[in-house]
Every structure is written in C-alpha cells, then in structure tokens.
C-alpha cells in the first residue's frame, strides 16, 4: 500500500486541495452554525409558550377603542365560530372556557410561600395543549390537578422575591419546588386541589387546566352557569398570512399582537435560517466539484501507472484506495476543524442569549455535529463511488 501511493502521489497539488478544504470548510461552517442557530434560538419564541403550536393564534372581540364603550358583547357565538372555521386560513378551532365558580390558591417555592390570593382558571380542547398527553389529563375524583402556569408568577417570584429575601432563582427544570394549594368555592360546597406545575405561558393570564376539570368543576361548583367563550384559539396556515389581520380586523377581532409578532419572527427566522444553510450547501457543493476535478486532473495525469497496475494485477479497488482515502481524510478534517468553528462560534452567542433570557433551555452542540456527520458520509460515498467509477473507465 505504502509503494503504491508513494507511486500515485505524484502531480498532487497542494493548491488544489487547499482551495477544497477551505471551500467546504467554509461551507460546512455555514451549515452548521445555521443549524446549531437556529436550534439555540427557537426556543426563545416557543418554549415561552412550549405546550402550544407553533401556529396558534388568540382571537377576541374588539369592545371599543379610548373611553368609548360599545353595546356589543365579547362572547363568541355559535354562528361566530362557524363563520371563523370557514375560512381559507384556518385550520381548526378551539374554545376558552373559563371557571363560573371562585377559586383562591397559595403559591409557594420550596416551602416558601410566595403569593395567597383569588385566581381563575381556563381550558382549551386537550388535542390543542402540546404536551405529553401522560401529564395532561384528569378523572373526577382526583386531588391533584395538572396546570400550567403563567410566566409572571415564576418571574415574580426570581425577579423580586426570591432577590429580596436572597433566595436562589429557579428555572423550568425545577418547576417540581413549586407547592400550589388551591381551593375552589361554589353551588354551597368547597374543595380542596393541590396543582402540579407541568408548563409556563407568557400568553395567558390565567391557569390552564385540563378541559375534563373544567368541564367536571363548572358543573359541580356552578352547575346553573352558562360556558359562553370569550376567547378563541386558532390555528392557522401561516402565522405572517397578511389576510389574518385583514379579515379579523374587518370583523371586529383582535389577536394578541406579541403572539402574532413572535409567529412572524419566528417564520421569518426559517427563512432566514434556511436561505443561509441553503448558501452554505452550494459553497459546499462547489467544493465538492472542486475535489472531484482535482480527482479528475490527478488520475489523468497518472493514467499510464494506473494502466500498468491494472494490468499487472492490481483490482480497480486497491487502485483506487490511495485516492478514495485522501478524500475521507480531507472531509475528517473539514468536518472536526467545522465543529471546532461551531463550538466557538455558539460560545460567543450563547453567554448573551441567556443574558437576555435567563430561564432559556440550553441546548446541545450534538445537532450540529449530528448534521455534519450525515453531510460527511453522504460526501464521501459520492466520492469513493465517483472515484471508483473514473478509475474504472481507464
């Protein structure tokens, strides 16, 4: 092996392969540190509110506008939700419905009671709650309720209380330190619930709960209560669909402008993440052809060795390894000096993500390097297999 390659070196240019490796270094660079990006970023717009679709929207009526009031009421009817569903932007439906009966909790973290005070609860259908279905349900009977609470009541507590009385700080993953005892009044009768934390909104201003204890609870807490809703959950085709707040403002209808704003971002930061891989993938692929046409210069310069191997003997295979594995190597290479690149690249943006949202969940660098292990086995089976190929035909 060390004979033949030291025979089938020759006329290698140094230049033309250097001109490959930075290429589809600087490809793959881009590639990656697109990807890793993106993964690092999206949760910045969607775990805030990690149980709902990415493609979610609130929906309410427009009362009035300055001290202006209007006659009209903010339920939504039947005919309402109807004539909603039939649009061509919409892809289902689902209703509010919020507690006829009053209900009080004590917030507390770690055994430290944080907050006492009246709330009130909502639900939406379950199959519109993202979430391990295992976690979000409820029979009648049980004590504990599954809900997920409203962001501010976890930044209240890290931000003002757990600061004044030096307390640590507490993140999504321990969401299990928070103790909530709810009691819930009504119909002559009163219960007592203890709330499991499973999800934070900043959406909502309410506890959701699932729809089958707020279907048991009204009816059992207040029974002679109508359940008109006065909100709306939508999902839509495309968040940014500029006929969504054409048609809803035509109606009366308002959407909550921060969800609809994190929607456009979040479609826009796709694109703009895609078009950059989509960059990085033809640098990469010019650089492909760059190694392949070096290939090409370097096996039509050694033609007539590799005639004489051929026919002294040696198969197409052994013929073709020294070359096979001079591009294996040079993508090793591309791709360990790339991940290296995106390491640096994430611990340079990472630090001012999370000082902006300290409750973010950090990622791993393991979706970059699972992307650059794919991209490099597809590579060099095209290159073994077009090298194999070229030398065939000699």
């Known amino acids: ?119 009130y609860f909502e639900s939406v259908p379950d199959d519109f709650v993202d979430i391990d279905k295992t976690e979000w349900h409820y029979t009648p009977g049980d004590s504990i309720v599954p809900i997920i609470l409203p962001r501010t009541y976890i930044n209240m507590y890290n931000f003002g209380f757990a600061q004044s009385h030096s307390l640590p700080q507490i993140s999504e993953g321990l969401m299990g330190l928070i103790d909530i005892d709810i009691l819930a009044r009504g119909n002559g009768q009163q219960q007592n619930f203890r709330g499991k934390v499973i999800a934070f909104s900043s959406t909502l201003s309410a506890v959701l709960v699932p729809q089958a204890f707020m279907d048991w609870s009204n009816e059992a807490f207040a029974p002679e209560e109508p359940c008109t809703p006065t909100r709306l959950l939508m999902e839509v085709t495309n968040p940014a669909d500029e006929k969504i707040e054409s048609y809803l403002d035509n109606q009366g209808l308002e959407i909550e ?78 791709l360990i000096i790339a991940v290296i690149a995106v390491v640096l690249i994430r611990s340079y943006y990472m630090p001012m993500i999370q000082g902006l949202y300290p409750a973010i969940e950090t990622g791993s660098i393991l979706n970059a390097m699972a992307l650059g292990c794919a991209l490099f086995i597809i590579v060099t089976v095209l290159n073994v297999l077009i090298i194999r190929n070229k030398i065939q035909k000699i």
């Open 1 to 119: 092996m060390k004979l033949l390659w030291k025979l089938l070196r020759q006329h290698i240019s140094i230049g033309q392969f250097s001109g490959f490796v930075f290429a589809n270094l600087f490809g793959m660079i881009i590639v990656l540190a697109g990807f890793q990006f993106y993964k690092d970023v999206m949760p910045v717009f969607t775990a805030e509110d990690s149980f709902m679709k990415a493609d979610y929207l609130m929906v309410t009526k427009r009362i009035g506008t300055g001290t202006t009031i209007s006659g009209r009421t903010s339920t939504f009817s039947a005919r309402d939700i109807s004539e909603l569903k039939s649009q061509e932007f919409v892809k289902k439906i689902g209703q509010f419905t919020t507690t006829n009966y009053k209900t009080s909790a004590r917030l507390g973290i770690n055994g430290q009671q944080i907050m006492n005070s009246e709330l």
């Open 257 to 334: 402008s921060e969800k609809l704003d994190a929607e456009k971002t979040t479609f826009f930061l796709r694109m703009v993440v895609s078009m950059v891989m989509v960059i990085g993938l033809i640098i990469s692929i010019l650089s492909f052809y760059i190694l392949i046409l070096s290939i090409y210069l370097l096996v039509q310069k050694n033609t007539e060795k590799l005639q004489n191997l051929l026919l002294i003997g040696y198969s197409t295979g052994k013929v073709a390894l020294p070359y096979q594995l001079l591009t294996a190597s040079l993508n090793v290479v591309v």
